[in-house]
T-cell receptor
Framework: AQKVTQAQTEISVVEKEDVTLDCVYE???????LFWYKQPPSGELVFLIR??????QNEISGRYSWNFQKSTSSFNFTITASQVVDSAVYFC?????????FGTGTRLTVIP | DTGVSQDPRHKITKRGQNVTFRCDPI?????LYWYRQTLGQGPEFLTY????????KSRLLSDRFSAERPKGSFSTLEIQRTEQGDSAMYLC???????????FGQGTRLTVV
């Protein structure tokens, strides 16, 4: 069965601190994709990144980086030098042959 | 194509009434998903289509909910005999099957009074 666990419900950091959001997934699919989405206060879900199960290379995009560890079924997201505009709810998600399944989200608050 | 669009953006209805929402996906996308999101929760999967075929429906979904995608393009989600517990944001998303990322619409906020 599909399951995505985001154990951190809420995180608060002071601006310019680094922060890592954890994501652990379960799937029976041998080929699957993992995602991170951002939901700012405006409400619309914004796609951030997709990784496929065969590519364990870490990825960096500006202040964002993602660490995919297949051995531990984790796909963690790090924001470096956080900014107030990073305040949002972040969702991890997984899809294989079936539907796109979301975790419960982590609310990140960046304090100026 | 400007993305996934949903209509209406807001709907207030009385308990017991039927409501229907529409979603227009990104035109070349063959997968279409419906989700429900309540305050402080993640998107809860309702159902998804690949082209016109409804491939999966959440077991949590009441028989009062039905979705269609008749020509493999736009989709409708109908809720019959609405209850106060149906109040939520209803999100639609589309993607290319196998390629991954789903793009979301702005949602339809339903309030049942």
């Amino acid at each position: 069965a599909q399951k995505v666990t985001q154990a951190q419900t809420e995180i608060s950091v002071v601006e310019k601190e680094d922060v890592t959001l954890d994501c652990v997934y379960e799937t029976r699919d041998t080929t699957y994709y993992l995602f991170w989405y951002k939901q700012p206060p405006s409400g619309e879900l914004v796609f951030l990144i997709r990784r496929n199960s065969f590519d364990e290379q870490n990825e960096i995009s500006g202040r964002y980086s993602w660490n995919f560890q297949k051995s531990t079924s984790s796909f963690n997201f790090t924001i470096t030098a956080s900014q107030v505009v990073d305040s949002a709810v972040y969702f991890c998600a997984e899809t294989g042959a079936n539907n796109l399944f979301f975790g419960t989200g982590t609310r990140l608050t960046v304090i100026p | 194509d400007t993305g996934v669009s949903q209509d209406p953006r807001h709907k207030i209805t009385k308990r017991g009434q039927n409501v229907t929402f529409r979603c227009d996906p990104i035109s070349e996308h063959n997968r279409l998903y419906w989700y429900r999101q309540t305050l402080g929760q993640g998107p809860e999967f309702l159902t998804y289509f690949q082209n016109e075929a409804q491939l999966e429906k959440s077991r949590l979904l009441s028989d009062r909910f039905s979705a269609e995608r008749p020509k493999g393009s736009f989709s409708t989600l109908e809720i019959q005999r609405t209850e106060q517990g149906d109040s939520a944001m209803y999100l639609c998303a589309s993607s290319l099957a196998g390629a991954g990322e789903a793009f979301f619409g702005q949602g339809t906020r339903l309030t049942v009074v």
